[in-house]
């Protein structure tokens, strides 16, 4: 039997799409169903690896944990990861085929369409509900003839269509209106209800331009979903501006820790488990802002590596960097910013960049080399002897890189990685200095271990002069188990401000 589907497409970008849809899943999750989420294509920098090395947007990957599962690629067949402003690889069934210019990529689509048929059928005949993402606007009229991921993908899931619009952005009515207008008949006729999103006031005042909207569009408003701060659900490829919690003054009592926004940052969620810490405040710095006085620097993952570092050094980081160094400020690399602590790194075959090599910062002995194999698994690891703290706890995370670091000299590194995939290993990663000052490693998802997260938060606590806690990890629930409590916050919040009952007639099932 084949599953009941219903799609999620939006007004425009960075409407609340990914959201909407993890909470319907949560929601339906909670009901009793067996649902699962799609995207035939995303396009964004945060990625996940997958327990069989393939690689996906984390976006679906929260809407995957949201309805209890496993990610799998089929649930993002496609992603699409940019490297430059007319540039990217591309990812098929978590799998790189290659660097694309826009234009050779627009060719080359009509190729993809079978292997979105193929994994979202897949899906389709081992669920009850399935969840459609859509991408970005249908409206894109300039893109509608290769369109594989909006009105095409719910053509070929033969499935119903709600519409999300971002009233914090202003002109919602008119959002919605033009979106539906640039829509064909049959289009319109798919789509079955309208979703406001991220509404801030009085919804008395609010529901006189509802009234005329549903009779204008001859559609009904589903729901209006309030603006939220207080429930913590990952962003799928931009920081949310909000989440900067302190300027560039130290906030008195806690941690402080900055975090470069690098031109094309990747994985930035690597950060979200420090976020939620109490005694620790974390900001980004886009290029251009100035640092304040971090206890820790963190210079993330990035998907240009090289042209990533020549911009961090001509907006003058690299002395900035050194010098916070000598006032008491670690550093850290992760990933692509783990390769920029080096001494050089090379791209002989233009993997990420134009460039062939570029001289990296200086603050580890080490030299990277990009090759076009990407090395993606979920890995366990743990510390070797360090600074920081002694805990030999096993650690779990994930790589994603091309790069191959070589350290030279008395660098030793930081951690012992014992399996990737499913096979047994014995790997050394990373690096770090005898003070602990400076550190590094390819191993993303690190701090989601309470055990490594704790202890190293409790590290920069001591040489802070702060009180440290007594019992690490002591009855402490796991990230993950953060992280669901967040989905049911979130499908409690969705529920209350959703008609789901017209939804499930929209869906065609009974509400269990």
């Known amino acids: 039997m084949m599953a009941k589907t219903i799609m999620i497409q939006g007004t425009g970008s960075s409407v609340g799409k990914s959201v909407i849809v993890a909470a319907l899943c949560r929601i339906f999750y909670q009901d009793g169903f067996r649902v699962a989420p799609f995207k035939a294509q995303n396009m964004a920098l945060n990625s996940f690896i997958t327990k069989d090395g393939g690689e996906m947007g984390r976006a679906q990957v929260v809407q995957a944990e949201a309805c209890g599962l496993e990610p799998t690629v089929d649930m993002n067949p496609i992603l699409i990861k940019p490297t430059s402003e007319v540039g990217s690889q591309i990812i098929v069934r978590g799998k790189p085929i290659g660097n694309m210019q826009a234009q050779e990529y627009r060719n080359y689509k009509s190729k993809l369409i079978s292997v979105v048929k193929d994994s979202f059928l897949k899906l389709a005949g081992n669920y009850e509900v399935i969840v459609i993402e ?102 799928e490829d931009s920081v949310n501006s909000e989440k900067n919690k302190y300027d560039t003054q130290t906030a008195p009592g806690k941690i402080n820790i900055e975090v470069l926004y690098l031109p094309h940052i990747s994985n930035f969620t690597d950060f979200d488990p420090l976020e939620r810490e109490k005694d620790v405040s974390l900001r980004y710095v886009k290029m251009g802002e100035r640092l304040g006085e971090p206890d820790l620097l963190i210079i993330p993952g990035s998907k240009n590596t090289l042209d990533d570092l020549y911009c961090l050094k001509k907006f003058g980081y690299q002395k ?30 233009h993997t990420e960049s134009s460039r062939e090599k570029i001289k990296g910062l200086g603050l580890i002995n080490g030299v990277t080399t990009l090759r076009p194999k990407k090395i993606t698994f979920q890995i366990k690891a743990h510390l070797l002897s360090n600074p920081f703290f002694d805990n030999r706890d096993e650690l779990s995370g994930y790589e994603i890189h091309t790069g191959e670091t070589v350290l030279s000299g008395d660098e030793k590194p930081l951690f012992k990685i014992n399996k990737r995939g499913f096979t047994q290993t014995d790997i050394n990663d990373g690096v770090v200095s005898k003070e602990g000052m400076v550190w590094g490693t390819y191993i993303h998802g690190i701090f989601d271990n309470n055990s490594f997260r704790e202890s190293f938060i409790n590290f920069l606590k001591s040489k802070k002069g702060l009180a440290i806690s007594s019992c690490v990890n002591q009855n402490r629930i796991s990230y993950q188990e953060q992280k669901d409590r967040e989905y049911d916050k979130l499908a409690c919040l969705v529920r209350d401000n959703l008609d789901m009952d017209k939804i499930y007639h929209i869906l065609g099932i009974e509400k269990r």
């Open 134 to 235: 859509g991408a970005g606007s249908p409206a894109e009229i300039n893109l509608r003839e290769d369109d594989i991921v909006n009105m095409r993908m719910a053509q070929i899931a033969d499935c119903p269509v709600l519409l999300v619009g971002d009233i914090d952005k202003g002109g919602v009515f008119a959002w919605i209106v033009g979106t539906l207008e640039f829509l064909t008949k049959e289009e319109r006729e798919r789509v079955k209800g309208v979703i406001i999103n991220k509404f801030r006031g009085d919804k008395e005042i609010l529901q006189p331009g509802l009234d005329y909207l549903e009779k204008k569009i001859e559609k009904p408003v589903l729901g209006v979903i309030p603006y939220f701060r207080d429930i913590r659900i990952e962003e």
């Open 320 to 349: 900035e960097i050194s010098n916070r160094l000598k006032k008491g400020t670690v550093i850290a690399g992760i990933c692509g910013g783990y390769q920029m602590l080096g001494r050089e790194i090379y791209d002989p075959e």
